[in-house]
């Protein structure tokens, strides 16, 4: 196990000292933007991004926080550098200031990473946290918790495995975003535990993996939320394993999934529900 880094201390210096106690209000949308991860999570004082998805999924998640009238992004975690979670982060550091953004510590060469890292070159006043240690923070009253790879290298073309993974807790519910994750890191999710949590971001865009029903065991949610499109939809195996134990399954090409959650129980909208 890493120990905990705690960043507690940088959001901190990025958010004014919060009055009274409420009770935890949230609104986490997950993004239609076909096989790819676009997440947001708003609360009446903060934005966290989790990923980006593609170029053309970073222009429309830019326009939707332009037009709920946000001007500014908290927090941008990625999950991990392939195309189609860091691929539209360019596009949200041009369109809004970026108080901070979360990454994992291993470097990828590609098209998308470039753009991104020039991003964030002219965006002087965005901080950079290059994770090497679990972290956790506090923000709005919603705490998360951030999970990194335990291995320096899983194998070749297993980039997936470096994902991050977040597990977001507001009140009495909480999200857990897994990014690509696969088997290795599944498996050390598994070792580390705490992974009950009551709404899924399902790894990998819903591809069967050896330790899915374990991993879905262990995390128990209520609710299952698939990026995937048509062209390479989910795995039928991954949709029967959920639904074996008893969650209901959500996909964002049938339209974004909205989540909203007073901190006891989740209300969950997609399309024209």
């Known amino acids: 196990m890493r120990k905990l880094l705690c960043l507690i201390a940088v959001m901190a210096l990025l958010l004014p000292a919060l009055g009274e106690e409420t009770e935890p209000v949230a609104e986490v949308l997950f993004m239609n933007a076909g096989k790819a991860d676009a997440a947001v999570i708003l609360t009446p004082g903060s934005t966290v991004v989790i990923d980006t998805g593609t170029n053309k999924a970073g222009k429309q998640l830019a326009s939707f926080l332009v037009e709920r009238g946000i001007d500014r992004v908290d927090v941008m975690i990625i999950t991990h550098f392939d195309k189609d979670h860091v691929g539209g982060a360019d596009q949200v550091l041009k369109a809004l200031p970026v108080a901070l953004v979360i990454e994992p510590d291993y470097a990828k060469e590609s098209k998308q990473r470039s753009d991104y890292l020039a991003a964030l070159a002219s965006s002087p006043e965005t901080r950079i946290e290059t994770l090497a240690e679990n972290a956790s923070f506090e923000l709005d009253g919603l705490h998360y918790d951030i999970d990194v790879a335990n291995a320096a290298y899983y194998g070749e073309d297993e ?115």
């Open 159 to 273: 980039e997936n495995d470096f994902s991050l993974v977040t597990r977001v807790i507001a009140g009495q519910v909480s999200f857990l975003f897994a990014g690509d994750v696969e088997s290795m890191r599944m498996a050390e999710l598994l070792r580390e535990g705490s992974l009950k949590s009551d709404v899924l971001k399902v790894p990998h865009h819903g591809r069967e993996d050896k330790l899915s029903d374990n991993f879905f065991d262990a995390v128990s949610p209520s609710l299952a939320v698939i990026t995937s499109d048509l062209e390479d939809p989910e795995d039928e195996a991954v949709l029967r394993l959920l639904r074996e134990i008893g969650a209901e399954v959500r996909l964002t090409r049938e339209g974004a999934v909205c989540v909203l959650t007073d901190g006891k129980s989740i209300t969950v909208r997609q399309g024209n529900d």
